[in-house]
């Protein structure tokens, strides 16, 4: 049997932490995450109220990290925490950055803000606010509150590491998709954004050359970034890519015409 008053004392507790861990967080915002409404998260954090078992554990979520909800579960629904503890014990660790960063970069607003935020400047709450509205705070606290994002005494925000590199391609597809949504056309003709795309045919030793001329570019644009005569408050984002359209037309060798599978593309 679920001892209600220990419930409600580690739920209130739990609560009280979230909220001053972050000024940003409220019980409004505790409500509006877990779709309860805010009388009765209002009641239950000022112990007036032992929330039914289906509000304990979405609170929980919200409020609680993996550890903490496993030790809850054991406490206050032991069969369900146990059967936790025994199936899922090795795999139960605070949620992994990347996993929460491939997640959140494939949200909006989350990846515009994650992007201006994962600068040596970072941002601000009154900068995502103008630029994103109300969605953009609630999206700013998820993110704060997986450790994604860090919310400095000052105020700043920004990523845990003044500079990033995505090492997945996957990742990397879903930043560029997403930043043709965040293109600006009417900024084209100005200094704000510029547009290119190209085609062309070249010879296959010269192939490498294309991968130079991309690798140069960011060498200059990473250097510009890390500049500290160059740092400021306009954030901006940048894509480059190349490919070639058929993989087969990258050989490594010689291969004759009768040795190669793919026979008629060499025709």
């Given at each position: 049997?679920?001892?209600?008053?220990?419930?409600?004392?580690?739920?209130?507790?739990?609560?009280?932490?979230?909220?001053?861990?972050?000024?940003?967080?409220?019980?409004?915002?505790?409500?509006?995450?877990?779709?309860?409404?805010?009388?009765?998260?209002?009641?239950?954090?000022?112990?007036?109220?032992?929330?039914?078992?289906?509000?304990?554990?979405?609170?929980?979520?919200?409020?609680?990290?993996?550890?903490?909800?496993?030790?809850?579960?054991?406490?206050?629904?032991?069969?369900?925490?146990?059967?936790?503890?025994?199936?899922y014990a090795t795999n139960v660790r605070p949620d992994p950055n990347q996993e929460s960063l491939s997640r959140f970069i494939r949200l909006e607003p989350h990846n515009r803000i994650f992007n201006i935020a994962a600068t040596k400047k970072g941002t601000t709450r009154r900068a995502i606010a103008a630029l994103c509205g109300q969605s953009g705070i609630e999206a700013l606290d998820e993110m704060l509150d997986d450790t994604i994002l860090v919310e400095l005494p000052d105020g700043t925000i920004k990523y845990t590491h003044d500079n990033w590199v995505i090492g997945n391609v996957d990742d990397a597809l879903v930043q560029v998709r997403q930043s043709t949504h965040h293109?600006?056309?009417?900024?084209?003709?100005?200094?704000?954004?510029?547009?290119?795309?190209?085609?062309?045919?070249?010879?296959?030793?010269?192939v490498p050359k294309l991968k130079e001329l991309v690798l140069n570019f960011m060498k200059d644009l990473n250097a510009l970034k890390d500049n500290q005569d160059a740092e400021g408050d306009t954030h901006f984002f940048c894509d480059l890519m190349y490919s070639l359209y058929d993989r087969n037309d990258l050989r490594t060798d010689r291969r004759t015409k009768s040795e190669c599978p793919n026979k008629e593309l060499d025709e």
């Open positions: 049997m679920v001892n209600e008053q220990a419930l409600l004392s580690d739920l209130v507790s739990a609560i009280n932490a979230w909220t001053q861990g972050n000024r940003g967080r409220s019980l409004s915002g505790l409500a509006r995450r877990t779709s309860v409404a805010y009388s009765t998260i209002r009641r239950i954090a000022q112990n007036e109220s032992v929330p039914h078992p289906y509000t304990a554990l979405s609170i929980a979520e919200v409020v609680m990290t993996t550890q903490q909800r496993l030790e809850f579960l054991k406490n206050h629904f032991p069969t369900i925490g146990n059967l936790m503890d025994e199936v293109f600006v056309k009417q900024l084209v003709g100005t200094d704000g954004a510029s547009l290119m795309h190209a085609t062309g045919a070249v010879k296959p030793e010269l």
